[in-house]
């Protein structure tokens, strides 16, 4: 399988599990009104990597994150010349996710700035 196929597996992957997880936490999982819950969020996230397992996993392995990456690289199994791609393409993938689930969470009634200026300003203070 070519490295431009095994990268756009990986882009798609980590795109689709930041939409569908962090979607249902920041969409369907409001506090105190508990909505989906805990355990409502914990299935998305473990029904996103089921899907992309089962849609990717035979292409690029599926591994959706930048630390599975190198954990198998230091364990001796993945290539030292994927890594760098794969790392950009896991990234790249969930920076997409987050833009789009930024862009749908802006447009719902009740959207509140109060956990993005939080993020923005712990990020900041890392800078």
């Known amino acids: 399988m070519s490295l431009t196929k095994k990268i756009g597996a990986e882009f798609i992957g980590t795109f689709w599990l930041v939409l ?4 249902s ?10 909505g989906i819950g805990l355990l409502g969020v914990s299935l998305a996230f473990g029904l996103t990597v089921l899907t992309m ?11 959706l994150n930048p630390a599975v990456s190198l954990g198998l690289w230091s364990g001796g199994r993945f290539s030292a010349a ?4 794969y790392i950009l393409a896991q990234v790249v993938g969930g920076i997409a996710g ?6 749908i969470a802006t447009g719902q009634a009740g959207y509140s700035w109060i956990c993005i200026k939080w993020v923005c300003g712990t990020l900041t203070r890392w800078l």
């Open 20 to 23: 569908g997880g962090c979607g």
């Open 25 to 34: 936490a920041v969409l369907a999982a409001a506090f105190p009104d508990v």
């Open 53 to 63: 397992a089962f849609a990717i996993g035979h292409i690029s392995g599926c591994h």
């Open 82 to 85: 994927e890594l760098g791609p």
């Open 98 to 103: 987050a833009a789009v689930l930024y862009v």
